[in-house]
């Protein structure tokens, strides 16, 4: 399976901006649904955005609709998540992950995940 690696959280005013990156390794993302989700403490993980095979389709979680832009580079190895006006519930583990199947949103079809990375938006 590919493997994945996420970074660029990190600490933000409510109001402020952060991009994260998801490397690929063994494989690229033109193989996958990509896709991010988050976790904060004591709540279920939450799908946030997705990114389909064909780079074509993207589907956003109703929050985050219209802040956050979920993309990939041109050889398909890194995926990206803009998040643009933050606010403090946003603020979770950001985790990506890659599903060889099916479209889907559901964390139990992904299977391939990153370690995550911290975003606290602070108020």
């Known amino acids: 399976q590919v493997r994945l690696a996420e970074s660029g959280g990190g600490l933000v005013q409510a109001g402020g901006s952060l991009r994260l990156s998801c490397a690929a390794s063994?494989?690229?993302?033109?193989?996958?649904?990509g896709a991010w989700f988050r976790q904060a403490p004591g709540k279920e993980r939450e799908f946030v955005a997705g990114?389909?095979?064909?780079?074509?389709?993207?589907h956003y979680e109703n929050s985050v609709k219209g802040r956050f832009t979920i993309s990939s580079d041109s050889g398909k190895r890194t995926l990206y998540l803009e998040m643009n006006n933050l606010k403090p519930e946003d603020t979770a583990m950001y985790y990506c992950?890659?599903?060889?199947?099916?479209?889907?949103?559901?964390?139990?079809?992904?299977?391939?995940w990153g370690q995550g990375t911290q975003v606290t938006v602070s108020s």
């Open positions: 992950a890659a599903n060889s199947a099916a479209w889907s949103t559901l964390p139990s079809d992904f299977g391939s």
């Open positions: 063994g494989d690229v993302f033109g193989n996958y649904h």
């Open positions: 990114l389909s095979k064909s780079s074509i389709i993207k």
